[in-house]
């Protein structure tokens, strides 16, 4: 694990009080952390958080419309091969 890299919490601990946040940032910074300053920390991570769930969910539907062209070429893949082998089954009938 790099040096930078704080270790993940156990799953069963309870969430940071405001005032454990306060104090992990101004242990962090040295500087007195104000509500406002957590207020805009919060804008910025949920506009962050927002961004990134917007690009997820356009990667989403872009791979689902490649699956849908994947599918339909399937889909028109085997209809071709169903007539090709049909007319190699009437080609041999004829043949016979």
């Known amino acids: 694990m790099a040096d930078d890299q704080a270790p993940s919490p ?23 952390v104000t509500k406002s300053d957590l207020q805009t920390l919060s804008a910025t991570l949920y506009e962050a958080i927002r961004s990134e769930v917007a690009t997820i969910q356009r990667d989403i539907a872009a791979q689902d419309g490649r699956i849908q062209n994947l599918e339909a070429t399937h889909l028109t893949s085997v209809s071709i091969l169903d007539a090709t082998d049909a007319a190699v089954a009437r080609q041999d009938n004829m043949l016979l």
């Open 10 to 32: 156990p799953p069963d601990t309870q969430e940071p009080s405001l005032a454990d946040i306060r104090a992990n940032i101004r242990a962090l910074t040295g500087a007195m």
